[in-house]
């Protein structure tokens, strides 16, 4: 969670020092979601996610300097710096992209869980998306043929109650959007999002369940973004006191509380940590600014095709 926490503050820094071209959108506050969650998937699962899904990318490994430095357009980026912040991808690590598109991920995902289904081999399929995706309709059609077909998928909704500047229930007639698995007759769950204990649980039941052939499980994490939608919005449309409250909720904060409770905690190990995460970010944020940019002729789709 902290790496994942210290990237965003790095990728936050470089957009205003105009190293990010195009837009990002960040995740700090739900670092829990994508840590629980991941840690349940074996190498060879497979899995898609948001534009704000670099939490996801980093929890599954992926190296933070090929992750700096496919958003700041250079070659030597996890996709030749082609994709930027919104399609961060690494097939290698069962990371089949993020997607620029609200709700593309889920029929990608539900493709890769027939895969999983035909080969047999136990694998299982993940898809990480917003609360918004919920009212469009390529959600519906995932899930309701995720269900008839009993498909190995956990469905994973990072519910942060906006759907970009929109709170949830301008939008949606309820706030607990795992209503919407009874309609295709789907175990669901709701967790603390912001508990990353209480995510790993619920996520590893789905997993279990989706290995054994018991079908697609929708697990809500509510949680939420502590900045703005994307770029330099100041999220002024939260009530004043929402992200104070919020705060204090922060997943990182609890879970070292959790930590200095245990055996071999302390507040100094703890410091160590972080500054080991610190180090290790700044220099790959370092070596990713400086990196080469893509040749005019690795632009073409020729040259990538080639490849």
Known sequence: ???????????HEAFQKNLV???????????????????????????????RGHGQVIARGMDPE?????????????????????????????????????????????GAAISAQLNERGQVAMTFFGDGSTNIGTFHESMNLAAVWK?????????????????????????????RAIAYDMPSDIVDGNDVVAVYEAVLRATDRARAGGGPTFVECKTYRQR???RSDPAKYRPDDELESWL????????????????????????????????????????????????????????????
């Open 1 to 11: 969670m902290l790496l994942i926490r210290c990237f965003e503050d790095k990728v």
């Open 21 to 51: 071209f195009g837009t990002t959108h960040l995740c700090q506050g739900q670092e829990a979601v994508s840590a629980g969650a991941l840690e349940c998937l074996r190498d060879d699962d497979m899995l898609t996610y948001t534009y």
């Open 66 to 110: 090929d992750a700096f430095a496919e958003i700041f357009g250079r070659d030597s980026g996890c996709s030749r710096g082609l994709g930027g912040s919104m399609h961060l991808a690494d097939l290698s690590l069962g990371l089949l992209g993020s997607f620029a598109i609200v709700g593309a991920g889920l029929p990608v995902a539900v």
């Open 151 to 179: 498909l190995p998928i956990v469905f994973i909704c990072e519910n942060n109650l906006y759907g970009e500047y929109s709170p949830i229930l301008l939008t949606t007639p309820f706030e607990d959007l795992a209503k």
């Open 228 to 230: 703005g939608h994307s």
């Open 248 to 307: 204090k909720r922060d997943p990182i904060a609890r879970c070292e509380a959790v930590l200095k409770t245990l055996d071999g905690f302390d507040a100094s190990g703890i410091e160590r940590i972080k500054l080991s995460v610190e180090n290790l970010i700044d220099e790959a944020f370092e070596s990713a600014a400086s990196a080469p940019w893509p040749e005019v002729r690795d632009l073409s789709f020729a040259a990538l095709r080639q490849d």
